[in-house]
């Protein structure tokens, strides 16, 4: 037997119907906001992660799937999509676009990081787009649409962890202050981060060695350093988010582990998740499209981890969203098939799920799949009911038979 790649998984219905569900609320949401669609493919060149996620991040260094193809070009498979999409506005008709641009993504994302569970090498993001708007507005649209996403899960309690990273003046000063309180304690930090010292001393803040914890959380916060136009922008944000009822918690080390962030940074975590494994992150990247060589294009989005939300849903969204099949139609013999086809297609004019039982094996083997499969209702067709221009439905929970016109039967079906 050949088992999947380590870290891989395969989705197997029923319960990819779950996830069908979820997706497609995602796409309703999202588009009521107007965010459309965008597909960007999972092999980008490596240099785009290498420039946008940044050199010294554990996602670029440690865990990043890279490869050469037949030609010898550096390829990798996408960590996110945030920086893909960057690179969309820039190599299509995007950027002619009116601005702002509203975009969502759904798809696969690949990081080698150890597998635990919520932590795959082969993972799903749903995430959405900004691009194009630099005012605290666009920050409490963002944040508007993923809170509403997951109320509309049926999300009651979880909870946004905000921060401000500010920008590359606040930086400057933060930096001297963060690498003089780490150096000062070097023998406490890992390998890695005594290597990041010198290289870019932010990244020690997004360590996830056990090591590395306790430094980190005393560590002088960038809160403290932000220039007046990135402390307003926050403070506004806020003052928003506030207006539009959203909740949210300021949390001062929250820093990301991605080098794009400027202004704006923020989680959402959930108790059943653990500390370490966040539902979704996201932020403001107000210099992506410029770092990448276009024109300064601001930006705003997040993305949710799709394995970890699928996780945790609420028990309620599973028992409405969960496959049930409402009719399974039984032809007595083979000579009633076509016949059931036909029923069944004007059940599902109906907006029903009518499945027809096509072995033709026989009521006894129908009845029994029909069990199996939970049907809410049998229906069986044999001769008589073809002659007499009836069905008889049978209530599976309760084994309640009846006998009804066919016509009577389909108006009644609500
Ligand atoms: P990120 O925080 O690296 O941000 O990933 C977003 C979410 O993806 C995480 O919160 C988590 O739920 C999920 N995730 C990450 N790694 C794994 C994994 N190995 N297994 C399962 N789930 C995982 C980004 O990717 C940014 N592009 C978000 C963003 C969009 N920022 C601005 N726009």
Redo the contacts with the bound molecule.
């Keep these: 037997m050949i088992n999947s790649v380590k870290?891989t998984r395969d989705i197997i219905p029923p319960f990819s119907y779950i996830w069908n569900r979820t997706e497609e609320i995602a796409i309703k949401t999202f588009s009521s906001y107007g965010y459309l669609e965008i597909r960007t493919p999972i092999l980008e060149h490596l240099e785009l992660f290498q420039r946008s996620?940044g050199e010294d991040t554990e996602?670029v260094n440690k865990?990043m799937y890279v490869f050469k193809d037949r030609k010898g070009r550096d390829l990798a498979l996408r960590?996110?999509?945030?920086?893909p999409?960057a690179r969309a506005y820039l190599s299509t008709e995007l950027k002619n676009q009116l601005h702002p641009l509203r975009l969502f993504y759904i798809g696969p994302?690949f990081?080698y990081?150890r597998?635990q569970k919520?932590?795959?090498?082969q993972?799903?993001?749903i995430?959405?787009?900004l691009l194009g708007l630099e005012n605290p507005e666009a920050d409490g649209e963002m944040l508007e649409v993923l809170i509403v996403f997951l109320k509309n899960l049926g999300f009651k309690e979880l909870e946004i962890l905000i921060n401000s990273v500010g920008c590359d003046l606040c930086r400057k000063d933060y930096v001297v202050e963060l690498k003089d309180y780490f150096e000062k304690r070097a023998s406490q930090l890992c390998e890695n981060c005594k290597d990041r010292l010198d290289k870019n001393p932010l990244r020690i803040l997004d360590c996830k060695e056990e090591k590395c914890q306790p430094l980190k959380e005393k560590a002088p916060s960038i809160s403290n350093f932000l220039c007046p136009d990135c402390k307003r922008h926050f403070e506004e944000t806020l003052k928003l988010l506030e207006k539009l009822s959203i909740p949210f918690n300021i949390n001062k080390n929250l820093v990301?582990?991605?080098d794009?962030?400027t202004r704006t940074v923020f989680?959402?975590v959930s108790k059943e998740?653990g500390a370490q494994?966040?539902?979704?992150?996201?932020?403001?990247?107000n210099k992506l499209i410029s770092d990448l060589g276009g024109p300064p294009v601001p930006?705003?989005?997040?993305?949710?981890?799709?394995?970890?939300?699928i996780e945790i849903l609420p028990e309620k969204f599973i028992e409405e969203n969960s496959f049930k099949v409402d009719y399974f139609l039984i032809p007595v013999s083979q000579n009633e098939t076509s016949f059931c086809f036909h029923i069944a297609q004007a059940i599902r004019k109906k907006g029903f799920v009518a499945i027809t039982f096509l072995e033709g094996k026989g009521l006894k083997k129908g009845l029994k799949d029909a069990s199996s499969l939970k049907a809410k209702n049998s229906i069986i067709i044999g001769e008589e009911e073809i002659k007499s221009g009836t069905l008889t439905i049978k209530e599976m929970a309760t084994g309640f038979q009846k006998t009804v016109p066919i016509q009577e039967f389909l108006e009644g079906i609500k």
């Design positions: 870290g996620i996602i865990e960590p996110e999509g945030t920086a999409v994302m990081r990081e597998p919520g932590r795959y090498r993972f799903y993001q995430g959405a787009e990301r582990g991605l794009y962030y989680e959402v998740l494994n966040a539902l979704c992150g996201g932020g403001r990247y930006g705003i989005g997040f993305a949710i981890g799709e394995d970890r939300l």
